[in-house]
């Protein structure tokens, strides 16, 4: 008997098995330099982020859903929302490799190579929510033909989407002018603080409402 995430594994798998027959471009095997970087953080609070074509992006965890996902689970779910922006956005050319920077060792070691496992540590309700995360995040970029790379570096680096992620008492012109005024060696050209999309919201308050209250 197969458990229902064992079903989910093997259907992404198969996914892979048949893209794969059709064929995969070696430009999404093969080490290359990125064509465009995402920077995400997240606090229990919020998540945020930006890209270096300068589309950013922030939400806050309505009250009720705070505190069921661990920071850990935020981190990586910021990560991963970038590129999926750009791809629901028609902005992400087939064969487009991206560098995913995160101050989280953490959420760069799961990019990397996500495996987890059931065990007492975490409720299974938590497991299954960041299993759902990493085979969504690798079927969207394996269905449009993007190359990830990942890359942890200092926090210290990382101040505008720390702040992206937890300045909820400002606007996004307010921001984006505090940002242009301490940082403007930091803000890429064009950069626009936009609403997220309607499909990554839903699964956002979706995947929150699947973990119990702590």
């Known amino acids: 008997k197969l458990s229902s995430e064992a079903f989910e594994d093997l259907s992404l798998h198969k ?11 070696l430009n999404l095997l093969t080490l290359r330099s990125p064509d465009r970087a995402y920077r995400a953080d997240a606090c229990p609070f919020g998540i945020g982020g930006y890209s270096s074509e300068g589309r950013a992006w922030r939400w806050y965890v309505p ?40 101050d989280s060792t953490t959420s760069a070691g799961w ?21 759902s995360i990493a085979r969504g995040h690798a079927r969207r970029l394996f ?10 570096f200092p926090g210290e680096h990382n101040i505008i989407a720390d702040s992206l992620s937890r300045d909820d008492h400002l606007t996004d012109d307010e921001l984006t002018q505090l940002f242009l005024s301490k940082y403007p060696k930091q803000v890429p050209k064009n950069f ?23």
């Open 15 to 25: 996914f892979f098995v048949e893209k794969a027959h059709r064929g995969i471009n």
């Open 192 to 214: 626009k603080i936009s609403p997220l999309p309607a499909e990554i919201i839903s699964f956002l308050y979706s995947m929150l409402r699947t973990i119990p209250e702590a």
């Open 143 to 152: 269905d449009a033909q993007v190359r990830q790379f990942q890359q942890h």
């Open 63 to 102: 009250k009720e859903l705070q505190f069921r996902a661990t920071l850990n689970m935020l981190e990586f779910i910021a990560s991963t929302i970038g590129e999926w922006v750009d791809i629901i956005e028609g902005n992400m050319p087939p064969l487009t490799c991206t560098l995913s920077l995160t």
């Open 111 to 131: 990019l990397h190579k996500s495996s987890f496992t059931f065990n007492d540590r975490e409720s299974k309700e938590i497991t299954k929510a960041k299993c």
